[in-house]
């Protein structure tokens, strides 16, 4: 079964040091999406991105954040400068159209700044 | 503000009960409802979605939605310890990217 795949699994960095957290996600879909997770709370929509642009944006995602996809395989995820309150999980999803059955998440990455 | 309503637990059944976990949501508006299952540490995992009012079954697993009531549950037959999670509700309307609610965590005790 096709699989969104995200590296690295964990990363450490030092607050105010720049991330790049990477996704690949299912060959032939074209939307594709970053959520968060901070331990223990909800599951929080980030952005959307479509046709090499944002389509949808939440209050999180501010100038700290950008997404780009490099290639035609990946799909990342930056956070210029971080904070102690970026750590969380970073979840990547994609849907080949966008459609609404619901999203295959990648396996994530766990961010912890320090 | 859409908000995702969630018992946040945890719920205890013995296995091979009923589990029942139950979601409200806020935005009338709503089309779309999804259950997903998280366990620790792990990606949540889409069980079942559903668009329309009433019943919809898929195996051990049965989606039931009232959107006269914005209530939205999820009911696991013959439950098993390997079904012991946290169980996200997500909701979502036009702009098809959904709002999840905090999850209820599932218990099930041989």
């Known amino acids: 079964e096709p699989e969104v795949t995200q590296t690295p699994s964990h990363q450490v960095t030092q607050m105010g040091q720049e991330v790049i957290l990477r996704c690949v996600p299912i060959?032939?879909?074209?939307?594709f999406y970053w959520y968060r997770q901070i331990l223990g709370q909800k599951v929080e929509f980030l952005v959307s991105?479509?046709?090499?642009?944002?389509?949808?944006k939440s209050e999180i995602f501010d100038d700290q954040f950008s997404v780009e996809r490099p290639d035609g395989s990946n799909f990342t995820l930056k956070i210029r400068s971080t904070k102690l309150e970026d750590s969380a999980m970073y979840f990547c999803?994609?849907?080949?159209?966008?459609?609404?059955?619901?999203?295959?998440f990648g396996s994530g990455t766990r961010l912890t700044v320090v | 503000q859409k908000e995702v309503e969630q018992n946040s637990g945890p719920l205890s059944v013995p296995e091979g009960a009923i589990a029942s976990l139950n979601c409200t949501y806020s935005?009338?508006?709503?089309?779309?409802f999804f259950w997903y299952r998280q366990y620790s540490g792990k990606s949540p995992e889409l069980i079942m979605f559903?668009?329309?009012?009433g019943d919809k079954e898929d195996g051990r697993f049965t989606a039931q939605l009232n959107k006269a009531s914005q209530y939205v549950s999820l009911l696991i037959r013959d439950s098993q310890p390997s079904d012991s999670a946290t169980y996200l509700c997500?909701?979502?309307?036009?702009?098809?990217?959904?709002?999840f609610g905090r999850g209820t965590s599932l218990i099930v005790h041989p």
């Open positions: 999803a994609s849907t080949r159209q966008g459609d609404n059955y619901g999203y295959t």
């Open positions: 060959s032939n879909h074209l939307y």
């Open positions: 991105f479509y046709n090499n642009e944002i389509s949808e």
């Open positions: 935005d009338r508006g709503s089309q779309s």
């Open positions: 559903i668009y329309s009012n």
């Open positions: 997500a909701v979502s309307g036009g702009s098809y990217i959904p709002t």
